[in-house]
């Protein structure tokens, strides 16, 4: 920095540095004031002539309403006039108190002559802050000052300038009218980079780069004769170096008004900017804590309103912070039996940080959006703001640890139980007492495999306050219940606890009906275990709908064991009287497995002897008869995905005849719940060891006297088994126990599915034999046909060349006849085309299907344009007429050339199967859904009802006219085809001797249909 002047000559450039330190001085200081966060006033006050040099002009306006107060803080003594006062005693430290006015605060520095700096400003000012330590730096400066110079030479503005210059922490420049740098300060020369001689005389717009505002980046121009402040520019430095930097321009202006330079003062913004990304993202972590918590945060202002409610309490309330934001916190989500209490504590700890909620946590019960309560701690802490408090509430759900306590108490009391009982019939109505009173359960069953048998009894009952029966109770004395029947079957055949959280719900809970008469709503259960085994079963009844509680199912779980095994225990010395038993049983096992794998083994070269697809099935129902069942049928999945009973066989003959009856009587419905079709549906085995009336209902389908047939029967164990081959389910082996009264179980299942195992691929073997050697057949049958019919017009053609050739050898030629002859001839060769334009047809089906090309066709004209071709063929026969009946018109979407080669088809057959002549009929008509039918009639031979079904497959043809009328059986195949992808169906309906009548029903419009559609629309065609 230059050094100030100590030239006192009173020349004329002297007299201009004077004016022009002077005014710098005043920027100077106006600079200060503006370091200190925005003062009302500066003073400086001295003791050599009991003065106060005023800084700024407002200092007068603010002195007027607090002068008494603040004299009266510095010196103790009063005041004459608003501008001097007496210093006798003046402050050693600095001095922090409020002025009289609202929101003002003044600040006082002692000066080291005993004078003071004082400062005022709005904002609140504490031991510390920039603004205190700034005021500090100035006063010290300028005590130093007043202490090495008279009062009389503090008019040495240059001296005085340049400290006040050096003390500050910013950077400060004073520039010249030019915009060069007359005096810089060390500060600003270190952010600047460069040293204090070389920044001297250096254009200091160079170094800033103002906003486009300000003209030509001159900060003269910038500053307009007032101070201007740039909240962020650019400071570049000369070594390249680019930041950010405050800058506050404030002009020298002379007594005159004349501006003859100005002071900057620039301050490095970084750290600053530092502070705020700090400060944002200790925000951002704030947030992500409130929002990660497990617990509920809620804040809440002092007068008990939320202002903020996190994700927790979001969950924990059930409800969405919008709904709760500004309500009050004691109405939304304190119960109302501890409103007053907490309305009381609230208010006193908002008062003084006293009461119950003062640095402790205190359980109450608070309430959800939905009305439900529960168990909560809350722990109240506020924190401090400019003008008042804001309170954080901690708020932790306490109802995992009500049930944790109650789960841990009612565990050791069955442990105590158990322990202290010496038989299960004692202890038993003691664990339901404990369970129930420990859990709030309002009712409990316990239910008893019954020995010897498949079934469960209810053995003991507890009612809480209750002594009468209701008519749950009475249901569940009357009926027991099997493995897999209803929700306690369903624990059975799972042996894991359940829950069913509102019965008044579709539920698989048999007595439903009977719990919710008795007010019951909930209902758990628990299965006994002991070590192989299920015992029994647990269940428990609530009158209050309880959501579903995984901990406490695995409880139940884990005390369903513990019961279990104390059973178990108290059978110890039984146990020990039956281990011979046992030990036979497992031999018995033993040589039962071996006998297994004898009988597999012996199936095994029974299944392969033969190819033959009948015998392969009885083979397969003897080998089960009576080795592993008393009765087994064998039911297969047909093409048309109805299930047809193909084979069975049973121990007694008498009932094998009426089995075979009743699976004639008495098809399955692929749809049903019979076990046959359920196999057929999932490809997993059912095994029925104790067949029920129950399961008879399955079997029956609400059909009386066939559930009457089968009670009379008498089955008592069935297993149902899907023979599975490359994948896919073929059909179902059912092995039914009657008269031996043997029970299956998982072994004899296993058994089974081995034995269905290699049945599957026998019979599947014995179906692709049999498939393979009807295909050579239809080839076999078919190159007969085709030969003969290629043949037929093949010799008639060569017999006609034969006569045409003679007879053009003739000199003399009849032309009529030679015009006959060549229309036969034309006649046998659009036969002949017919023919391989059927078989190529045949080829694409069979290879991509049929191409349609659909366009706007008149049903009825293409009808009358077919017809004409047959009223008017080279040879007409008299004894045909042709009828059409229909609409003028008949519009739709199709193809209009293969709907000509369909309408040919039955046309041509309805002439050749009506050899006698007659009538031929064709009706066209509207159907339902946007439909069209229509039909041809004739009055021919007519085909029997046997043959029809088979009518519509390739190469088939009715075996009442294969010899008398000539034909391949393709036409009815690929007419089907043709209108199965249009969308429609083809159906005749015929009796020998009257005529037949096939008829089409098609879409109007066209849509192109999948291959499972047209499957689907064939097997109508079929049936």
Request: charged letters at 25%; one cysteine or more.
């Amino acid at each position: 920095m230059a050094p100030p002047s100590n030239d006192h000559d009173s020349t004329p450039n002297q007299t201009v540095n004077d004016r022009h330190d002077e005014s710098s001085l005043r920027s100077l200081l106006e600079l200060v004031e503006r370091s200190l966060d925005g003062p009302h006033a500066l003073l400086v006050l001295s003791n050599a002539d009991e003065s106060a040099r005023i800084v700024d002009n407002q200092t007068l306006n603010l002195t007027d309403v607090c002068r008494e107060r603040l004299i009266a803080a510095i010196e103790g003594s009063d005041i004459s006039t608003a501008t001097e006062f007496d210093l006798s005693t003046v402050v050693t430290d600095t001095l922090i108190f409020e002025g009289e006015q609202p929101n003002i605060r003044w600040m006082a520095a002692a000066l080291e002559d005993g004078g003071a700096l004082v400062a005022c400003a709005e904002d609140p000012w504490e031991p510390g802050d920039r603004e205190h330590a700034t005021l500090l730096g100035f006063a010290r400066l300028i005590g130093q000052y007043n202490a090495s110079t008279t009062a009389s030479s503090i008019s040495d503005h240059a001296r005085l300038r340049d400290l006040i210059a050096e003390s500050a922490r910013d950077g400060v420049i004073g520039i010249d009218t030019d915009g060069r740098c007359r005096y810089i300060n060390q500060a600003g020369a270190d952010l600047i980079g460069s040293d204090p001689d070389d920044v001297i005389s250096m254009p200091v717009s160079s170094l800033f780069h103002l906003p486009e505002s300000a003209e030509q980046n001159d900060l003269l121009a910038a500053a307009e004769r007032e101070a201007t402040e740039f909240h962020e520019v650019q400071l570049n430095r000369p070594d390249g170096l680019s930041f950010p930097v405050e800058l506050t321009v404030v002009p020298n202006v002379e007594a005159s008004g004349e501006v003859n330079g100005a002071v900057v003062r620039f301050a490095d913004l970084r750290d600053q900017k530092a502070a705020v990304v700090a400060v944002e993202q200790s925000e951002a972590r704030h947030q992500a804590f409130l929002e990660m918590t497990l617990d509920s945060i809620i804040t809440i202002s002092q007068q008990g309103r939320i202002l903020e409610f996190n994700l927790a309490a979001e969950e924990t309330f059930r409800c969405f912070a919008s709904e709760v934001i500004g309500r009050d916190i004691t109405e939304t989500l304190i119960h109302e039996h501890w409103h007053e209490w907490w309305t009381a504590s609230f208010q006193s700890f908002s008062r003084d940080g006293g009461g119950p909620l003062n640095g402790r946590r205190v359980q109450i019960t608070a309430v959800r959006r939905d009305g439900s309560d529960f168990p909560a701690e809350f722990t109240l802490t506020r924190i401090p703001m400019r003008d008042s408090w804001v309170y954080t509430l901690y708020i932790h759900d306490l109802t995992e640890e009500k049930w944790n306590d109650r789960r841990r108490s009612t565990r050791y009391a069955v442990t105590h139980i158990l322990a202290e009982t010496e038989s299960p019939r004692s202890a038993l109505p003691d664990v339901l007492a404990a369970v129930c009173e420990g859990l709030e359960w309002d009712w409990a069953a316990c239910w008893v495999r019954q020995p010897g048998s498949n079934e469960m009894k209810l053995d003991l009952t507890w009612n809480v306050g209750q002594d009468s029966v209701h008519p749950l109770e009475a249901a569940s004395e009357e009926n027991g219940f099997g493995p897999g029947y209803g929700f306690l079957g369903q624990i059975w055949t799972r042996q894991t606890a359940d829950w069913i959280e509102d019965m008044a719900e579709p539920n698989p809970y048999r007595r439903s009906e009977s719990a919710l008469e008795s007010g019951f709503r909930s209902v758990a259960a628990m299965p006994i275990i002991g070590r192989n085994e299920i015992i029994g079963i647990i269940e428990f009844q609530s009158r209050q709908r309880r959501e579903r509680d995984p901990e406490m199912l695995r409880m139940f779980d884990s005390l369903g064991s513990q019961i279990g095994q104390f059973i178990e225990r108290k059978q110890v010395e039984e146990e020990r009287v039956q281990i011979l038993a046992r030990e036979q049983s497992a031999r018995a096992e033993a040589e039962a497995a071996e006998r297994r794998l004898a009988f597999l083994a012996e199936a095994s070269a029974q299944l392969s002897a033969s190819l033959d697809f009948g015998v392969t099935l009885s083979n397969v129902a003897r080998l089960a008869v009576p080795r592993l069942a008393d009765y087994c049928a064998i039911d297969m999945l047909q093409d048309d995905n109805q299930i047809q009973s193909l084979e069975l066989a049973d121990v007694n003959p008498e009932k094998e005849e009426i089995g075979r009856q009743m699976h004639e009587d008495h098809p399955v419905d692929p749809e049903s719940n019979h076990p046959v079709a359920q196999v057929l549906r999932s490809g997993r085995p059912i095994l029925f060891s104790d067949v029920d009336d129950d399961v008879l209902q399955l079997f029956a389908e609400n059909d009386e006297a066939y559930l009457a047939a089968l009670r009379d029967i008498g089955i008592d164990s069935a297993m149902y088994v899907p023979l599975v081959a490359r994948g896919r389910t073929i059909g179902v082996i059912s092995f039914v126990a009657s008269e031996s009264g043997e029970r299956y179980g998982p072994s004899d299942l296993a058994l089974a599915q081995e034995l269905t195992r290699r049945a599957a691929m026998a019979i599947d073997n014995a179906r692709l034999y049999r498939e393979a050697q009807d295909a050579v057949r239809i080839r076999e049958e078919f190159l007969s046909i085709a030969s003969h019919e290629l043949k037929t017009p093949l010799t008639t053609v060569k017999g006609y060349g034969q006569i045409l050739s003679r007879l053009l050898r003739r000199p003399t030629t009849d032309p009529d006849r030679l015009i006959r002859l060549a229309d036969q001839l034309q006649e046998q060769l659009s036969r002949f085309e017919t023919l391989i334009a059927d078989l190529l047809d045949v080829s694409r089906i069979q290879q991509r299907g049929l191409e349609l090309r659909p366009e706007p066709t008149d049903l009825v004209e293409l009808v009358r344009m077919v017809v004409s071709r047959f009223e008017y063929p080279a040879e007409p026969d008299p004894r045909h007429h042709f009828v059409i009946s229909g609409p003028e018109e008949m519009n739709g979407v199709w193809d209009p050339d293969r709907l000509d080669q369909v309408l040919t088809n039955l046309i041509s057959n309805a002439v050749k199967y009506s050899p006698d002549g007659g009538a031929i009929g064709i009706t066209i008509s509207e159907a339902e859904n946007d439909q069209v039918e229509f039909a041809v009639i004739d009055q021919g031979i007519g085909i029997p009802e046997e043959e029809q079904s088979q009518l519509f497959r390739p190469f088939a043809r009715s075996e009442t006219v294969q010899r008398a009328i000539s034909g391949v059986g393709l036409g009815l195949y690929i007419s089907q085809q043709i209108v199965t992808r249009h969308g429609g169906i083809i159906w005749l309906e015929s009796e020998p001797g009257i005529g037949s009548r096939f008829a089409i029903l098609l879409p109007r419009e066209y849509t192109a249909i999948s291959e499972e559609i047209i499957a689907q629309n064939e097997s109508e065609t079929d049936r």
